[in-house]
Nanobody
Framework: VQVVESGGDLVQPGGSLRLSCAAS????????VGWFRQAPGKEREAISC????????QYADSVKGRFTISRDNAKTTVYLQMNSLKLGDTAVYYC???????????????WGKGTLVTVSS
């Protein structure tokens, strides 16, 4: 299931950014969509996920209270609203549409290009 990330940018500490994860040619109905990120020199980590049908969500402790995941009514796009951004949020952000376990924890062996978020003053 192919999804494409967008919305990455350069933002100052304390700023906000919204990332999008869009499905191409199909809906995300029945899938779980997860956001992962990989900072320079670090392993990729799962940060948030949402089940498209139930709306159930999960967040990593590192982003809880600052990031919000949501989906559009057409079930074709998932958003990650990122507020109160910190220097440590700098990373390439990836999204994945799959089962709950894969999208929320395990990840995949076939990542997309991701979108770069740089938090810097």
């Amino acid at each position: 299931v192919q999804v494409v990330e967008s919305g990455g940018d350069l933002v100052q500490p304390g700023g906000s950014l919204r990332l999008s994860c869009a499905a191409s040619g199909f809906t995300l109905d029945g899938y779980t969509v997860g956001w992962f990120r990989q900072a320079p020199g670090k392993e990729r980590e799962a940060i948030s996920c949402i089940h498209i049908n139930t709306g159930s969500t999960q967040y990593a402790d590192s982003v809880k209270g600052r990031f919000t995941i949501s989906r559009d009514n057409a079930k074709t796009t998932v958003y990650l609203q990122m507020n109160s951004l910190k220097l440590g949020d700098t990373a390439v952000y990836y999204c994945l549409a799959d089962t709950w376990f894969s999208a929320c924890e395990y990840g995949t062996n076939n990542w997309g290009k991701g979108t770069l978020v740089t938090v810097s003053s």
